[in-house]
């Protein structure tokens, strides 16, 4: 198969049309020789913030010399951006290569999971040092939750999202995340809900010590922060990328890494969709924000700009748009709505323009490009509500907002 061919049956596997289960996985793997035995991983789980974290991790752990590997989703840039290694995507040939043997192992997968046996494929053969993994979705049958050499749990913060198949309670979704959990460190997040840190208590983990913490500086342009009597700058924008750093700091503080080294990785980490500054004039900021919490960091960014925003949306019909759209809009004096293209479980727009409006005035578009002409003449512009709409739109508006 080309690679059109690849991608095209690996998508027809569908992510839910099997019941969940790491027997299919695991017997796969098994066909394979069991490549996740021979390398080492940092597992990642969590609502908001693995994308973040695992970038970072990344970032860092490529710098001291590791050879690393990186494995997320979905994709913003590039298909094969799932699988890279030190910082260089997976090349086509080699993808088309290995989607060829999980498919001679003769048992029927998910998307998500023939991905993963493909990536633990890669990580083996190009003989990886460690692995940044982050999980799909849950933890505890989570097709990466297949991995044996861990050498470190990060649990980033929960919330309530994917509530039909995780469960309704931050107790049920956090039992689920804690799955990925093995007999090695666990680092997560003080800034938990109570529900999910009293859970989380139960597995001893290293919490980032907040009283050690002082902020410098946050804005549109990046953090800085001294933790534990040592300066950081990020610049992945946003405050919360704060507390995603200190998960990173106490990672792989723990795994041995040198702090001089940590710190040069956050402050080089790039990662696409995360506040991502497309243009300063005017400014265009493009955000994957898509459930409660993401929309929650992502207003109190908003809020600094006083109500002169103008967004373009796009949502999923199984998020909870009117609380994404109740957290965001208010600091907005327009928005428009778009149908993300291609996705069957996108809102139409007349129906995302119907919830929006509560908040702001709000028009429609057809397509992206025109709803990138409507708002062009804004000076403060923000792209957000999904990150498949993120994917979608990025290289339009950088073409269209050339700097």
């Not at 946003?238 to 040198?258: K, M, S």
């Not at 967004?311 to 428009?336: F, H, N, Q, S």
């Not at 007349?350 to 990138?372: G, P, Q």
């Amino acid at each position: 198969m080309n690679y059109i061919d690849t991608l095209n049956y690996i998508h027809s596997l569908g992510n839910f049309s099997k019941p969940p289960t790491l027997d299919r996985i695991k017997a796969v793997l098994e066909k394979l020789s069991n490549p996740q035995n021979n390398f080492k991983a940092i597992h990642i789980a969590g609502t908001n913030g693995k994308g973040s974290v695992s970038a970072m991790l990344h970032a860092v752990l490529k710098g001291a010399g590791y050879k690393t590997g990186l494995y997320i989703s979905p994709f913003i840039i590039d298909f094969c951006e799932r699988i890279q290694i030190n910082g260089e995507f997976i090349p086509k040939d080699m993808l088309c290569q290995l989607a060829e043997k999980v498919i001679k192992t003769e048992i029927e997968l998910t998307e998500f999971e023939f991905i993963t046996a493909m990536a633990f494929l890669y990580f083996e053969s190009q003989k990886c040092d460690i692995a940044v993994i982050e999980t799909g979705l849950g933890g505890r049958l989570d097709a990466t939750n297949s991995l044996t050499n861990v050498a470190a749990n990060v649990i980033t913060k929960i919330g309530l999202d994917h509530t039909a198949i995780l469960g309704d309670t931050i107790e049920k979704i956090t039992f689920e995340k804690c799955g990925i959990i093995k007999d090695c460190p666990v680092i997560t997040t003080p800034y938990q809900t109570k529900e999910a840190l009293e859970i989380l208590k139960g597995y001893n983990p290293i919490i980032p010590d907040i009283s050690k913490l002082r902020v410098i500086k946050s804005d549109i342009f990046g953090n800085e922060f001294t933790y534990k009597g040592e300066k950081y700058k990020t610049a992945l924008l946003g405050e919360y990328q704060i507390e995603n750093a200190l998960l990173v700091i106490e990672t792989l503080l723990t795994v041995g890494i040198d702090n001089e080294i940590i710190k040069k990785g956050i402050e080089n980490t790039f990662f696409p969709a995360r506040m991502e500054i497309i243009s300063k004039s005017p400014l265009v900021v493009l955000d994957g924000a898509h459930n409660i919490d993401g929309a929650t960091v992502l207003a109190r960014e908003m809020e600094k700009f006083g109500g002169k925003i103008t967004a373009i949306i796009g949502m999923m019909a199984d998020k909870d748009c009117d609380e994404v759209l109740a957290k965001t809009l208010p600091y907005c004096k327009k928005a428009v709505a778009v149908e993300v293209s291609g996705m069957p479980r996108s809102l139409k727009a007349a129906e995302l323009k119907e919830k929006a409006e509560k908040h702001c005035v709000t028009e429609t578009a057809e397509n992206y490009m025109e709803a990138i002409e409507k708002i062009a003449d804004s000076d403060i512009i923000f792209v957000f509500g999904s990150l498949y709409l993120a994917s979608a739109i990025r290289e339009k508006l950088k073409n269209f907002f050339k700097t």
